[in-house]
């Protein structure tokens, strides 16, 4: 089973910094595509970043210059460094990765717990 698990979550003050990180365990095959998103309180789930295996990104117009996403596919790895924090940055931020368990299987897309990360003075 495979499990991706978030950490580096926090309280921070506006303007400041936080590095998330997820690491996937388990018995897989390869991991393509990987991404962060996160849910603000009353709000539905949104896009914050995604990055391919091939290191391709793509970020939500709102994080754009503040927020950067990487990976480490030797680690099984992705990271968010978000700089800048924004009150309005508040929210759940969960991971995801599109994983293939065995070759020839389809990909299943798995999603880790979250981590919290607020944001206020």
């Known amino acids: 089973q495979v499990q991706l698990v978030e950490s580096g979550g926090g309280s921070v003050q506006p303007g400041g910094s936080l590095r998330l990180s997820c690491v996937a365990s388990?018995?897989?095959?390869?991991?393509?595509?990987m991404g962060w998103y996160r849910r603000a309180p009353g709000k539905q789930r949104e896009l914050v970043a995604t990055?391919?295996?091939?290191?391709?990104?793509n970020y939500a117009d709102s994080v754009k210059g503040r927020f950067t996403i990487s990976r480490d596919n030797n680690k099984r790895a992705v990271y968010l460094q978000i700089n800048s924090l924004k009150p309005e940055d508040t929210a759940v931020y969960y991971c995801?990765?599109?994983?293939?368990?065995?070759?020839?299987?389809?990909?299943?897309?798995?999603w880790g717990q979250g981590t919290q990360v607020t944001v206020s003075s």
């Open positions: 995801n990765a599109d994983v293939r368990l065995q070759p020839h299987w389809p990909t299943s897309t798995y």
């Open positions: 388990g018995s897989l095959f390869s991991i393509y595509a």
């Open positions: 990055i391919t295996s091939d290191g391709s990104t």
